[in-house]
């Protein structure tokens, strides 16, 4: 083999030597994981006797028994009923201060911008855990500031860990911890488009608002998509919120949410095997949503482009 075959063969070969690592942690840590859920989901444990000795407990195939048995099961369908609920107040309310805060903040008139950005993010930083042990504190009557500031003024204190208002403060926690990160991926938006566009706008006499309606919220419809998508998907995978309040409150059981059961199913009961079906479930629900939710977005969009 000649040398310039040699360097040929170099060159053409070291796309994949980079792509060779990221390979092998997506093969190890992501594909494989996954079939091996799908696997154990297929299959359950046979029990022989009273399940002592050996050869009492056997593996066996189950096809789609799991997945039957996940789609009939009450407890799960009622966690889904709860995460749809607590989806419909997160996802308006996040997004829409989101989107509010991102257009204050691309103004002229706004004062400490660079202070303002970071005080709506900072809540993004804190873990979930933090911040749902945070937010607990604050609810709890016996320990919360604000029970005492309406004891001392005599107004009513309402239990937020109890009935209806639970969804409404599990549902301040995510609002609170996530309207920040959606706010910059808005306003990174806003900030790239081109300053003649609002001159353009304004010798033709519009005013803030109307740039605002007209312009601005039309030019950042992609990020709006994004920001919608990946809310989607967190509100579908709901977990750690309910899971740190649940020791607080009994309104808050062990299958609140589809995630709760399946780690309920997993590590509680010990049947794996179910709860690798009720989590294939919840990835393929996920899915169809999210580029079910996509498609509709882009097919709105081109129709929009031809007209």
Known sequence: ?????????????????????????????????????L??????VQVKGLGLGSGARKEVWAGLENYKDALSDSELLSG?????GYGAIVIPVMLGLALLFALM???????????????????????????????????????????????KLGMPQPNLLDGGPLYLALSNIAVWG???????????????????????????????LQIALKIKIPMVAPSLVLTFFFSIIA????????TTLKPLTNSVSTTWSPLMKVYQDAFGKGDIYSAAAEAAII????????????RAANSRNKQEEAR
Not at 22 to 37: D, H, K, M, Q, S
Not at 181 to 208: C, H, R, W
């Open 39 to 44: 696997w154990l989901s297929l299959h359950k």
């Open 80 to 84: 889904a009923v709860r995460v749809v």
């Open 105 to 151: 903040l691309d103004t002229d008139k706004v004062r400490l911008a660079p202070f303002t950005r970071l005080a709506i993010f900072l809540p993004y930083a804190i873990p979930g855990v933090v911040a749902a042990l945070l937010w607990g504190f604050l609810y709890l009557p016996d320990v919360s500031p604000f029970y005492f500031v309406l004891d």
């Open 178 to 208: 996530g309207t920040g990160f959606n706010m910059i991926v808005i306003y990174t938006s806003l900030q790239a488009i081109p300053a003649e566009v609002y001159e353009a706008a304004k010798l033709d006499g519009a005013t803030p």
């Open 235 to 242: 509100t579908l995978q709901v977990f750690s919120e309910p």
């Open 1 to 37: 083999m000649t040398t310039a075959r040699r360097k040929s063969y170099g060159v053409k070969g070291a796309p994949c030597a980079f792509l060779l690592p990221a390979t092998i942690l997506f093969a190890l840590f992501f594909a494989l994981p996954i079939g091996y859920a």
């Open 283 to 294: 990835a393929v629900v996920t899915l169809v949503l999210s580029f079910g939710f996509l």
